[in-house]
């Protein structure tokens, strides 16, 4: 995994550079990338159809690039944490999830939602299925020692970076 600050560079450049980071990742595995040689699967997940045994995924938000590659399934999500809209906590957060909203101080509301939205994204991202699956079905329950989920197969690890960033990466289980 990758990481680089797009703190200084212009939204409409970071893009660019998110592909950058994505070609660097993909070096070790003798690839020249170039994003004209992906193509897209069913849901729009991309893939290189010239090395199949490859996988990566790339997300890129305001001040912050994140890039995983290798052979396997993963998804990747990074966030810069901003006030969250909270119609939204309704439609992609299962039950139990909107009682832990209910119960976290608002203080901290904002931070849950992008560690909530990072996990989901980084499982729809890594299965190919992007928004077409129904993100309140994976669910995730935030405690002191970390998190736990219900989704099986998979793996999850969560950053946070400078208090203001998140990224979280998931990985099938072989």
Same mark, same amino acid.
């Given at each position: ?28 595995? $003798? *690839?020249?990338?170039?994003?004209? /040689?992906?193509? @897209?699967?069913?849901?729009? &997940?991309?893939?290189?159809? %010239? ?23 993963? $998804? *990747?999500?990074?966030?810069?944490? /901003?006030?969250? @809209?909270?119609?939204?906590? &309704?439609?992609?957060?299962? %039950? ?79």
């Amino acid at each position: 995994m990758m990481l680089i600050s797009l703190a200084d560079i212009e939204k409409k450049y970071q893009h660019t550079h998110a592909h950058r980071l994505l070609g660097e990742c993909l070096r070790p595995f $003798g *690839i020249e990338y170039s994003e004209e /040689h992906t193509v @897209r699967g069913q849901y729009g &997940k991309p893939f290189l159809p %010239e090395h199949p045994e490859i996988c990566f995924n790339i997300s890129h938000a305001d001040g912050i690039c994140a890039c995983i590659a290798g052979k396997g399934e993963y $998804g *990747i999500d990074c966030e810069k944490v /901003h006030p969250y @809209r909270q119609n939204v906590v &309704k439609k992609v957060f299962s %039950e139990r999830e909107q009682e832990l909203f209910g119960v976290t101080p608002e203080s901290q509301r904002d931070m849950l939602f992008f560690r909530l939205w990072t996990l989901k994204e980084s499982y729809i991202k890594a299965i190919g299925m992007g928004l077409s699956f129904p993100m309140n079905k994976a669910e995730f329950i935030l405690s002191e020692n970390g998190f736990s989920t219900n989704l099986e197969g998979y793996k999850f690890k969560q950053y946070m970076i400078h208090g203001q960033f998140i990224v979280s990466v998931c990985t099938a289980i072989d």
